[in-house]
């Protein structure tokens, strides 16, 4: 447990940003998406990220749905770009490896919905980790 | 007074050191103070620097209607500046936390509960002049007879 | 993503060189920085909270408070946010003495902006004129709106004062010479070469990088996005408005573009002198209820806000999106790694215009 020397706990502050209007709408969105409690995301934005990038994520979600991807259907399923580069909510390489995972199921002939469901449970997993 | 005491007195009169420091305001006041040191208003020409720097400062201008960022840190800062030193309050919200204070908001104005304000000048915000006038007047209410006061 | 690293570098949140205070942790190896961090909270007092229930009449003068150095984008935004809720009609004349306020309002922000981040290269002499500049585009701001910061005058269904004729000739006249002032100026900072040691090739913000972040107004249009509300404006529309890019995407591009855009602004502002309708200035109008977003275009970028209304025009909902919070982000996150010193972070930390006021509210 590390206390603070000079600055003061920050997640009161943090929590007083994710539930204004619009961050609170993409919260829930993003939740429901990944099928996870909103309390739990939350937790695991305030504890990941800084404010200013909390303050920006509905700029940040909506630069997300307006870039065209050309990346296949499965990569726009899973949010490939919008959770690593977009949201950063996951290292680039723990999503590659998942969309790898994704992309081999596909291949065997699993329908996309479902290898999407798995690979969303996949970054659920990384999340709680 | 002693000669030296009133050369001290005078010299120190002639070299105020000022510092701002910004706890929670609109930046309306923030900039009229930046605008005091426009050539039109030439700060400088009255010996007053401004530096934002509280270890050197003598007077401590403060904006803004104190936000719950700013416990225990706004004191710290009053704390560094040597005496002698006097803080000004600028603009409606330190003195009574103007449009800002109301329900449901997060700001504790006004600032005079948490260090001791020497002047007050209001204004939504103030004119340029308004505020190097008040930096004048507590200059010479403050400054100009220290010795003789603090023997 | 939130590290535990070795060395951490602290800026602020009193600091010479920032206005207002934030706390900027940079990650550093030697000198070079390697990431950034920002933590605010000094400023947050909660004025979309305030604003739930109030009725506009009071929330248009909170929304000016929003912040002080562009208040009058903040205002017209929820002004005709409101008109477009309620569907109230804007005389001709109002809509161009509207457009004159704001651009007014552009000049002195930019002027600030370009003040402070010559200032934080340690070049007094160029800010101080451009402060000096200020003070004159501060006068003309007065002498249409009557006051310097806070004015409040744009209200539904048009403006609050009218402008006689010869305060338009005043104001052309000092429009003349704050350019020949400001092209001096601008030809001293384009072509000084100190000012280029520390502003080329410093605070790189690629075009990518500026998209993913979403970055808007002067820093996007220096990394070569041609973004720009006031396209979408009628008013703006109506006077040929172009935007202006630069595809340098370095402090020196920011700058520069502020500078070009202050001219713009001059060129706009005669634009509108010169065909002034005739008219009234006030058409009159009920606010409604009502749900909308509306965006305009800021000195620092695009300025949005969602309004809910009910019947009696009171705000239900309200959020408001300001520039400085995108353009903060893209500047702590892309723009300042792999910058090599801590001298060159605050400069670049400056140059993206940041305002910390607005990114808290
Ligand atoms: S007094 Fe008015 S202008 Fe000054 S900081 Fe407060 S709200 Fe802003």
Known sequence: MSGYLYEKDLVPQKYRILVSVRHDKLVREIASELEMPVQELRRYLIEHLDMILLENLPARAEAAGTKLSDNGEVATALGKEKYTLFIPILPVAAMDSIFRDVNERVRTGIPVAEAVAYGRAQIREALRR | ?151 | MKRTVDVNIPLGPIHPCFKEPARLKCEAKGERIVGAEVELGYMKKGIERIMKGRPWQEVMFLAERVCGICSVIHNMVFIEAMEQISSIPVPPRAAYLRVIANELDRMQSHLLANFSYCYTIEHETLGMYLLDLREQVMDELERLTGARVTCAYMIPGGVRCDMPRHNAEILSGSLDRIERDLRRYSGMFADGPMIALRSRGVGILTKEAAQRAHAVGPTARASGITTDGRLIHPTYRQLGFVPLSRTDCDNYARVMVRFDEIIQSISLIRKCLQDLPKGVIRGGGVCKGGETRYSGEAPRGELTYFIKSDEYGRIVDIQIQTPSIMNIEACCHEMIIGADSIADVTATFVSADPCIACTER
């Open chain 2, 1 to 151: 007074m002693t000669i030296l005491q009133q050369i001290k007195n005078k010299v120190r009169a002639r070299s105020i050191h000022v510092a701002y420091v910004d706890v929670g305001s609109c930046n309306g006041c923030d900039i009229e103070v930046l605008a005091c040191l426009a050539p039109r208003y030439d700060i400088e020409q009255y010996g007053i620097f401004v530096h934002n720097n509280p270890r050197e400062a003598d007077v401590l201008l403060v904006i803004g209607a104190y936000t719950p960022g700013w416990e225990e840190k706004l004191a710290m800062v009053w704390e560094k500046i040597p005496p002698p030193k006097a803080a000004v309050a600028i603009g409606n919200c330190p003195i009574s936390g103007c449009l800002f204070n109301r329900r449901e908001s997060f700001v504790d104005p006004p600032v005079k509960k948490h260090i001791p304000i020497a002047a007050e000048v209001p204004g939504c915000p103030p004119r340029p002049t308004e505020i190097l006038q008040a930096i004048l007047l507590v200059r010479d209410a403050v400054f100009a007879n220290w010795e003789g006061e603090h023997p």
